[in-house]
């Protein structure tokens, strides 16, 4: 029988992370899809329609949290499945960290791209 191997410790921070943003997403994905595509159809979509939406502080908030979580969760999906095969020592080390930069520029180019979507400030 093969050996299962998880970089995930059961109960341990990372693994209780990765949930908790799951389970964030998936409200928030949901909320997404109601408002975007049955409340609003998309072809009522315009651009001032979503300045209007990210300039209501509470939409901001949750749009913002959305790009932070989604960046959590996907680069702590991705290096724990690296890890998960078998990627050990300085390459393990090299990819934590560009992993790591790439969510850092990927949230800083979110956050200007959804300030400049906004008149709040």
Excluded: E
């Excluded at 970089?7 to 921070?13: A, M, N, Q």
């Excluded at 389970?23 to 909320?31: P, Q, S, T």
């Amino acid at each position: 029988m093969a050996q299962h191997y998880s970089s995930f410790d059961r109960g341990g921070r990372r693994w209780l992370f990765q949930r908790l943003t799951a389970v964030f997403l998936i409200g928030v994905l949901a909320f997404h899809f109601m408002l975007l595509h049955f409340v609003n159809h998309a072809a009522d979509i315009t651009f001032l329609g979503t300045q209007a939406r990210m300039s209501q502080v509470s939409y901001f908030a949750t749009m913002w949290l959305f790009l932070v979580t989604a960046t959590f969760h996907g680069v702590n999906g991705v290096y724990n499945a690296l890890v998960n095969q078998g990627l050990t020592g300085s390459q393990k080390n090299a990819v934590k960290y560009m992993l790591g930069i790439a969510g850092l520029l990927l949230v800083v180019q979110g956050t200007r791209v959804s300030l400049a979507m906004t008149t709040l400030v």
